[in-house]
């Protein structure tokens, strides 16, 4: 009964996948609305699964040598221009800020929408001498873009997130840095989030402003749609040129050094909701799940099985899972639902009879599967339990993209594969924007990456029929 | 030699203070000025500090039922507005943001200086039943205050702190929390920074803009001057009836909540820099040290000692403690200058002689004590002699603090005894703004608080000699 009437909150996804999105986000309570448009306040349960997703990445960014540094979060005008290419991508969608206190500025600051600019101004006093090199620094912070349009965790005017920002005495070393920080997040997504990605080169139209490179790793989303999740860039010197950073080499002559930058956001946590979630609300991966275990007692005002609870539970948080006991007067069935709702990968039930079996019953979110465990085996079992259901949203999402993408080799056939399908339509490409563009106005579908595995799939581009030079994945992105 | 060289770049504490303060801050690499006046950079050692306070910090608010959330980073003007004495102390110190994009704004936003009109709006959306209580959150941010003057870590016009924001059921709840936050500042300040603190209140004059009461604990620097190292605030109800937040009581009434606030800031950097910094630079509590043990090979050539060296360093590193070893091609006394700039606790050298005979010597920054310590002892005598830092260093600043606090019978003697000693003035007050003006204007000195332990110095205010109501700090401060 509290069951159902709990589950009628959300809609099916089958019916509105765009409401159920919303609903999951509200009644999972990660996220609410604040007064400014397109700006939202992670609640304490969002926040969280951020929390563990920081913890794991900055572990996995500093096992790789890199540092964290905190920036201003204001950009002069001035400074923002230096690099062309950069400030004509950006400048639209930058918040201004012209007054301090009742003073009106000087000369106007933004509030940064990315702090290449920043870096490269700092950068510039403490690179001198290929000592100094390299630079690897990262930073967890906010940023501000004033987009139009707005989507819990997908498109936020301020979002969280962290930037990277590294310098290099010589190209190769930032190309490697380019491509390290591409595995690592491709690593991240697959073996923490349990996402599986593709990882690809974006094409001109679609790469970072004032990059020469960018790498994306790219996912599917259950309703066939693409999420870039995040990307890696490969600057060369632009910015170390428009910035005038310079450093003595061993040969003694000056250089300018070469330059990345990386960046993922909250942004994965729509990943999350929008690959593994379902019909009762959030699936969410147990690495980052903020409850990883809820610990519920069958029937607690009998006997012992309170007593039987909290042993189980404080068994379970002394061998570092994170753990929840509900013995609140709500009823069962309501907190199966609720639990079900906020996504708890491993649900442990234990009642009178189960305690006098010396066993409980632990359930999967992902599957429902549930199995009899001995009490004493309880550490090893739910570890291995959780390790399946790691395992089984991974493989549930990897069915669904592989199953998702459909070769094409014209444009019209893209067109209805998309339309009937969805998904990733791969084809081959001839390099040209032009192409690209028509690909946008008769398919509706935007160049997802080029991905580093390559394919020959024919000799040409069939968009225009002149020869192909790569293959390319094409989608409708979120 | 390269010692003195390395001194030589700091000037003494003796000779300027302030200039010391600023070398330190620099030479030790702790932050970069950037290119907004009173906007800083925090370095990779900097920000390390700032890292290992938020995890002990955050530990401590989370095993005491806090919540960590993310607000947005502006505030409308008219949501600012709702609360009176709030905005009349904010606004003439806001950053506004008037246009988004090519666009005015219709009305126009301010970058937060801190966060309560944002959380009372949430709380509004969130808090309906006494079974919403009560809600305990803090976030880690930064926040922009358009100061004129500035000071790396003591006053930035955006600096990074935590702000805690708590909504209770009944006054008592919150006075409670109020009380125990303080007490969480004062346990972490002494415990974990070394820094002895005095508890207390805030006078009307002095007290956060909006609050009912608000509390602080107040250090003293090395040059006697004082430092409020944090602040926790006791609103009463007066927000949430501006912002019209009702919960429904256990008597079916509807009933405002009672809020608090509290927060610490990267100041507190600024406060352990003046508290036990040196002539040699930093001196960083064992707790928060980036790098808390530094290994240098004595005559690293010779056969073994840079083995020994590594083995060393891996055992400390295995034992959980942040190790560095410099092995790099400086002199030793390079090395040493280096490191007792940047605050290292402690140091351990070992050469082919101590090699030879099982022994590594460890020195203490804080007060250069040498131990010669057997290799099989290693890890228990680093604990101890890290522990014993701690100690030292809280010692020497207690008998700062004890030393310099003199009490005072009137106007004159307090002038005069801050003017030749500095420090804490003591007094009794009768509570009247007046005297706390005449106590400003006549002798320099701002009230700093009355402390929680409440003295009897006499039975008069010495600035007016009506009936005296509290003994109180005067002091001058940063």
């Known amino acids: 009964m509290a069951k159902e009437k709990k589950v009628e909150q959300i809609t099916d996804m089958e019916v509105d996948f765009a409401q159920w999105y919303t609903d999951v986000c509200k009644k999972a309570e990660l996220i609410d609305y604040s007064s400014i448009k397109g700006m939202f306040i992670y609640r304490p349960y969002g926040y969280a699964i951020w929390e563990n997703i920081q913890k794991i990445l900055d572990g996995m960014f500093k096992a790789t040598g890199h540092e964290n540094v905190a920036m201003p979060m204001l950009i002069p005008e001035s400074l923002l221009q230096k690099e062309k290419d950069h400030v004509e991508g950006f400048a639209p969608e930058c918040a201004w800020v012209t007054y301090g206190g009742s003073e009106k500025l000087e000369e106007r600051y933004c509030i940064r929408p990315t702090s290449e600019t920043l870096f490269c101004e700092h950068f510039k006093n403490i690179i001198h001498s290929h000592r100094d090199l390299p630079k690897k620094y990262n930073q967890w912070c906010s940023v501000l873009r004033w987009e139009k349009t707005s989507r819990p965790f997908l498109r936020h005017r301020e979002f969280l997130w962290q930037e990277g920002h590294t310098m290099h005495a010589t190209e190769e070393d930032a190309r490697q840095e380019t491509q390290q920080m591409l595995n690592i997040y491709a690593d991240f997504m697959e073996n923490v989030l349990a996402m599986p990605v593709i990882k690809g080169r974006k094409t001109d139209k679609e790469k970072f402003n004032g990059a020469e490179e960018t790498y994306t790793v790219e996912c599917m989303m259950h309703d066939h749609k693409a999420l870039q999740a995040g990307t890696s860039h490969y600057f060369g010197d632009g910015f170390a040129k428009a910035f005038d950073i310079t450093f003595t080499g061993k040969d003694n ?41 809820v610990v519920l007692p069958i029937a607690q005002h009998k006997a012992g099985v309170l007593e039987g609870a909290c042993a189980l539970r404080d068994r379970l948080t002394a061998a570092g899972y994170r753990v929840k006991m509900d013995d609140s007067d709500q009823s069962m069935g309501w907190k199966c639902a609720e639990y079900e ?56 999402a990897k069915r669904n993209l592989d199953e998702h993408i459909y070769p094409a080799f014209s444009l019209e056939e893209a067109r209805q594969l998309q339309q009937e399908k969805g998904g990733f339509i791969k084809t081959m490409w001839c390099g040209d924007l032009e192409c690209e563009l028509k690909m946008k106005d008769e398919a509706g579908m935007s160049s997802r990456c080029m991905p580093l595995e390559q394919e020959h799939l024919s000799d040409v581009c069939p968009i225009c029929g002149k020869p192909a030079k790569h293959s390319i994945y094409w989608g409708v992105a979120y």
Chains 1, 2 share one sequence.
């Open 253 to 293: 002559q000056l250089h300018n050094p070469h330059q990345t930058s990386w960046g993922v956001s909250t942004r994965m946590i729509g990943g999350i909701i929008m690959t593994h979630g379902d019909n009762n609300g959030l699936v969410l991966p147990p690495k980052v799940a903020p409850i990883q275990v």
């Open 341 to 396: 709702m906020k996504g708890v990968p491993l649900r442990v039930e234990c009642g009178p009879r189960d305690l006098e079996n010396d066993q409980c019953v632990l359930v999967r979110r992902n599957d429902g599967e549930k199995t009899v465990v001995k009490l004493e085996d309880l550490e090893a079992a739910v570890e291995e339990q959780l390790a399946l259901v790691h395992q089984g949203m991974y493989e549930k």
